[in-house]
Nanobody, 128 residues
Framework: QVQLVESGGGLVQAGGSLRLSCVAS????????MGWFRQAPGKERECVSA????????YYADSVKGRFTISRDNAKNTVYLQMNSLKPEETAVYYC?????????????????????WGQGTQVTVSS
């Protein structure tokens, strides 16, 4: 069983920055494509960013391009999401997700149903 633990959420003013981290308890972290999702009250969960096993292929939702950066450190079993210039409408619970991928293809996944494991979420609140 894979466990994902997010951290780094909190309260920040509009225009501020936060760095989310997600540590995976798994033997071969490099076998997993990773994603960050968020869900605001009353809204569907959406993919913010995703990454293949190596970090060489990445996806960003249009709304966060140029402001968010996803990265991973396979030696530390950790994926990060650097969020800059945050907006009040980005207040949500942010989730880390992992999908086992048995090939070395540079593939990322953007639909929540594609992921095998989820973290408990970390709250991000952006005040205006």
């Amino acid at each position: 069983q894979v466990q994902l633990v997010e951290s780094g959420g909190g309260l920040v003013q509009a225009g501020g920055s936060l760095r989310l981290s997600c540590v995976a308890s798994v033997r071969s972290f490099s076998n997993y494509a990773m994603g960050w999702f968020r869900q605001a009250p009353g809204k569907e969960r959406e993919c913010v960013s995703a990454m293949d096993w190596s970090g060489g292929s990445t996806y960003y939702a249009d709304s966060v391009k140029g402001r968010f950066t996803i990265s991973r450190d396979n030696a530390k079993n950790t994926v990060y999401l650097q969020m800059n210039s945050l907006k009040p409408e980005e207040t949500a619970v942010y989730y880390c997700a992992a999908k086992f991928h048995s090939t070395w293809a540079s593939v990322y996944f953007t639909r929540s149903g594609q992921y095998d494991y989820w973290g408990q979420g970390t709250q991000v609140t952006v005040s205006s």
